[in-house]
C-alpha cells in the first residue's frame, strides 16, 4: 500500500480519478485501517450497518480519531448526498474536545471536488481529515490525507 499525505488540495485533486472504481464502504474501511496502523494507531472497525462511527483509532499517546466511512455511489446524485451525509454523520460524533475527526471515500473526482469546495478553515475548526481511497493495483490500495493541520 502506497501513502500520500498532501501538502495542498492540489495535490489532492491529482491524486482522484474519474470513472466508477466499485469502491464500496467496507472496502474503503479496511483501506483507512491499514493506512492508520501504518501510522501507529490502534484502530477498531465497526462492523456493516452497527451504529456508531465506522472507525476509532488510538495513538499510544492516547490521541484519538473517530472516521465516518462513505463508499461510491451507483448514481451521479448519490456522491453529494454520501458527502453531505458523511459531514451530518461526523458532526454528530464530534463530542470529544481532545480528538480528532475524519472523513474516509473513494479519491473518486466528484468527492474530490466537493472536498476542495469546503473552506480550509472549516476543516481546521473541526479538525477534519480526509482519507481518500484509490485501487493502485488487484486488492491493493492507496490512501491520501488532507489533514486539518495548517503547513
Given at each position: 500500500?502506497?501513502?500520500?499525505?498532501?501538502?495542498?488540495?492540489?495535490?489532492?485533486?491529482?491524486?482522484?480519478?474519474?470513472?466508477?472504481?466499485?469502491?464500496?464502504?467496507?472496502?474503503?474501511?479496511?483501506a483507512?485501517s491499514?493506512?492508520l496502523?501504518g501510522?501507529?494507531?490502534?484502530?477498531?472497525?465497526?462492523?456493516?450497518?452497527?451504529?456508531?462511527?465506522?472507525?476509532?483509532?488510538?495513538?499510544?499517546?492516547?490521541?484519538k480519531?473517530?472516521?465516518?466511512?462513505?463508499?461510491?455511489?451507483?448514481?451521479?446524485?448519490?456522491?453529494?448526498?454520501?458527502?453531505?451525509?458523511a459531514?451530518?454523520?461526523?458532526?454528530?460524533?464530534?463530542?470529544?474536545?481532545?480528538?480528532?475527526?475524519?472523513?474516509?471515500?473513494?479519491?473518486?473526482?466528484k468527492?474530490?471536488?466537493l472536498?476542495?469546495?469546503l473552506?480550509?478553515?472549516?476543516?481546521?475548526?473541526?479538525?477534519?481529515n480526509?482519507?481518500?481511497?484509490?485501487?493502485?493495483?488487484?486488492?491493493?490500495?492507496?490512501?491520501?490525507?488532507?489533514?486539518?493541520?495548517?503547513?
Amino acid at each position: 500500500m502506497s501513502d500520500t499525505i498532501f501538502q495542498n488540495k492540489v495535490e489532492m485533486k491529482n491524486f482522484t480519478y474519474e470513472g466508477r472504481e466499485g469502491l464500496d464502504e467496507e472496502a474503503v474501511k479496511q483501506a483507512v485501517s491499514s493506512f492508520l496502523q501504518g501510522q501507529g494507531y490502534t484502530v477498531a472497525v465497526g462492523k456493516k450497518r452497527e451504529r456508531g462511527p465506522d472507525l476509532r483509532a488510538t495513538t499510544k499517546e492516547g490521541l484519538k480519531l473517530v472516521v465516518e466511512a462513505k463508499g461510491e455511489g451507483s448514481l451521479n446524485a448519490m456522491f453529494n448526498n454520501f458527502f453531505l451525509n458523511a459531514l451530518g454523520e461526523i458532526l454528530q460524533r464530534m463530542n470529544e474536545l481532545a480528538a480528532e475527526y475524519g472523513i474516509a471515500m473513494p479519491a473518486h473526482r466528484k468527492f474530490g471536488r466537493l472536498i476542495e469546495e469546503l473552506s480550509d478553515s472549516v476543516r481546521y475548526t473541526l479538525r477534519l481529515n480526509f482519507y481518500l481511497v484509490r485501487p493502485a493495483s488487484a486488492g491493493v490500495f492507496e490512501v491520501g490525507l488532507l489533514t486539518w493541520k495548517v503547513r
